[in-house]
């Protein structure tokens, strides 16, 4: 809709929002994926209806949004009268979410990653990328020869880069 300057200024305008303040904040929470739905929105939606500054109207409303990689993601919407409170409602409703998944046996994962230590250049004179070959016998097998190969060609491109970079003015 738009409205010309003019009519906004010289014409008497109403806004029908004006005495609303209510924010409506999110919370977003990852329960483990052999917990079921039908159970953990009952809980989250329950602790934000007893809070005493979550409003009662529009009701707390817990979603499933999202299956992520460690965790079955939810989203609890709910209102608050004043803005300024949002932050700290918010963060005594995790608070309290907490409490209830503990009390009731339920995981909230992390994520978990595996690191493999390498050096290089490999001591047993492996490359990362190897040749694989099929024998007669349908067994996958490593073609020693290509990985040899392929390592002296990567110490032919080593030594040809430390032979193109500037020299020191120091050295003779």
């Given at each position: 809709?738009?409205?010309?300057n003019?009519?906004?200024?010289?014409?008497?305008?109403?806004?029908?929002?004006?005495?609303?303040?209510?924010?409506?904040?999110?919370?977003?929470?990852g329960?483990?994926y052999?917990?079921?739905?039908?159970?953990?929105?009952?809980?989250?939606?329950?602790?934000?209806?007893?809070?005493?500054?979550?409003?009662?109207?529009?009701l707390?409303?817990?979603?499933?949004?999202?299956?992520?990689?460690?965790?079955?993601?939810?989203?609890?919407?709910?209102?608050?009268?004043?803005?300024?409170?949002?932050?700290?409602?918010?963060?005594?409703l995790?608070?309290?979410?907490?409490?209830?998944?503990?009390?009731?046996?339920?995981?909230?994962?992390?994520?978990q990653?595996?690191?493999?230590?390498?050096?290089?250049?490999?001591?047993?004179?492996?490359?990362?990328?190897?040749?694989?070959?099929?024998?007669?016998?349908?067994?996958?097998r490593?073609?020693?020869?290509?990985?040899?190969?392929?390592?002296?060609?990567?110490k032919?491109?080593?030594?040809?880069?430390?032979?193109?970079?500037?020299?020191?003015?120091?050295e003779?």
């Open positions: 809709m738009l409205i010309p003019q009519v906004l200024f010289s014409t008497k305008a109403e806004s029908f929002t004006a005495g609303e303040n209510g924010r409506r904040p999110s919370i977003v929470i329960a483990a052999h917990h079921d739905p039908q159970h953990i929105i009952p809980i989250v939606e329950e602790i934000a209806q007893s809070h005493k500054r979550v409003l009662s109207k529009p707390p409303e817990a979603l499933t949004i999202d299956f992520a990689d460690f965790s079955i993601t939810y989203q609890l919407n709910f209102f608050v009268r004043n803005p300024l409170e949002a932050l700290q409602v918010g963060s005594e995790r608070q309290q979410i907490w409490t209830a998944f503990e009390a009731n046996d339920i995981t909230i994962p992390f994520p990653r595996q690191v493999y230590p390498m050096e290089w250049p490999p001591a047993d004179k492996k490359t990362l990328r190897q040749e694989r070959q099929i024998d007669t016998t349908g067994t996958e490593l073609d020693a020869k290509s990985n040899s190969h392929a390592l002296s060609g990567i032919a491109f080593l030594r040809q880069s430390a032979q193109d970079l500037p020299r020191n003015k120091s003779p």
